[in-house]
């Protein structure tokens, strides 16, 4: 069984850049598509990237688009979200779960991880 555990959230000005890590355990990640949410306060949970699994492409949401990359690191069995440029509406809880593909919608993807929290506020 998979699980996956978020860290790297923390607070930051607007402008400023975090980068979060997904850690998988049981299984290796790079056999999953692994795709990162948000979720914030009175919102629903929204997609903001996700990277297929074997090498496989990734895809943004249009609002992180050009700031946030997503990655990779085998060795270290991770994926990673780097995040620049950060804007206060990029505050929410993030959260990292894994899936066969990333074409399915949020309810296709399991094993999810507890989130970690991210403020953008000056």
């Known amino acids: 069984q998979l699980w996956l555990e978020e860290s790297g959230g923390g607070l930051v000005q607007p402008g400023g850049s975090l980068r979060l890590s997904c850690v998988g355990s049981?299984?290796?990640?790079?056999?999953?598509?692994i795709g990162w949410f948000r979720q914030a306060p009175g919102k629903e949970r929204e997609g903001v990237s996700c990277?297929?699994?074997?090498?496989?492409?990734?895809n943004y949401a249009d609002s992180v688009k050009g700031r946030f990359t997503i990655s990779r690191d085998n060795a270290k069995n991770t994926v990673y979200l780097q995040m620049n440029s950060l804007k206060p509406e990029d505050t929410a809880v993030y959260y990292c779960?894994?899936?066969?593909?990333?074409?399915?919608?949020?309810?296709?993807?399991?094993?999810w991880g507890r989130g970690t929290q991210v403020t953008v506020s000056s």
């Open positions: 049981g299984s290796t990640l790079d056999h999953h598509a």
């Open positions: 990277i297929r699994r074997s090498g496989g492409s990734s």
């Open positions: 779960a894994a899936s066969w593909d990333c074409s399915g919608s949020l309810l296709d993807f399991a094993s």
